[in-house]
């Protein structure tokens, strides 16, 4: 009891709603890896290993993000895009249908490589049966790279993915301040 108490007040000094969360819809973020996840020795460095961090570090940098939606997540695998296999496509497939599937998730965000995200998206929409939006996103810059694209790319493809008029659209693909259709995108 002492501790439900003490979370209530903390919440309400703090100005957090439970009714707020309650309103927000759910979008599961699924990782993959890639350059979004990528890390360098240095800011400037243009040598990085794909697919480093974690899901949930990639959602702690992202500011913001919480307040657009209730966000959820798993890690499907951690690589380089290159190195994707059908297995891996399979595997993705499944936790993306698995997550359709669930009525408490209102959309997917997939955080991906770009080597082979118009691929995978593709795929995904030829394969998932779900009129849920299907967000794919990626970074052209490693995470710790002094101007990595990653934060602000993974911000929008949750506000793409919460919008209503993704809905019914099949995968797309949200980088650079532009939403892609899955059929059309090229790297």
């Not at 707020?20 to 990085?48: C, F, H, M, R």
């Not at 949930?56 to 690589?79: F, M, P, R």
Request: glycine share 6%.
């Amino acid at each position: 009891m002492r501790k439900i108490l003490l979370t209530l007040l903390l919440s309400a000094s703090l100005g957090v709603s439970f009714a707020d969360n309650a309103n927000k819809p759910t979008v599961e973020i699924l990782a993959t890896g890639g350059t979004i996840a990528g890390t360098a020795s240095s800011q400037t460095s243009t040598i990085y290993k794909a697919g480093s961090l974690t899901a949930e570090q990639l959602i702690a940098s992202v500011n913001g993000l919480s307040d657009l939606a209730n966000i959820q997540y798993a890690q499907v695998y951690n690589k380089d895009s290159g190195d994707i296999t059908l297995n891996d496509w399979l595997h993705l497939a499944s936790e993306v249908q698995k997550a359709a599937d669930n009525p408490k998730i209102n959309a997917i965000v997939i955080t991906h490589g770009t080597d082979t995200m118009e691929e995978t998206a593709y795929f995904l929409d030829l394969v998932i049966k779900t009129n849920k939006p299907i967000i794919l996103v990626g970074a052209m810059r490693p995470a710790t790279s002094m101007s990595s694209d990653g934060p602000l790319n993974l911000y929008n493809a949750v506000a793409v993915a919460i919008d209503k008029q993704s809905s019914s659209r099949g995968v797309l693909v949200a980088m650079n301040e532009k939403i892609f259709d899955s059929r059309n995108v090229t790297k």
